[in-house]
């Protein structure tokens, strides 16, 4: 596990520990998860519009789920998350990072 201090910046090595660990591409696949589960909220509400909200309800307890288990695999991983009126990475190298791999993430 990389930990971070106050005023540290990740190095290459750094984002080569985190990206090597076993829990972050799990946290990589949970994360597109909420993606995807955004997308089919938008699709519930405004293609269908179910007259059970109890469906939505669903779509949305399973979408705050997956983004809290996606954080906590992040934060096992190694990366710094910040919470303040969102939550972020707090090194921009990482999360610069971590973009580019939940875009596209490669073969080991």
């Known amino acids: 596990m990389v930990i971070y201090f106050a005023g540290v910046k990740a190095n290459d090595a750094d984002l080569e520990r985190i990206r090597a660990t076993r829990t972050y591409r799990p946290a990589i ?7 995807v589960d955004v997308l089919v ?3 519930l509400l405004l293609a269908v519009r179910p007259s059970d909200p109890m469906a939505s309800i669903v779509v949305y307890v399973i979408g705050v789920l ?4 996606a954080w906590v695999l992040l934060h096992r991983s190694g990366v710094l998350v910040r919470r303040g009126l969102i939550w972020y990475i707090a090194d921009q190298r990482v999360g ?3 973009l580019r791999d939940l875009l ?3 073969r080991r």
């Open 66 to 69: 997956a983004l809290v288990g």
């Open 104 to 106: 596209r993430l490669g």
């Open 41 to 43: 909220q938008v699709g």
């Open 29 to 35: 696949w949970l994360t597109r998860l909420v993606g």
């Open 96 to 98: 610069s990072q971590f």
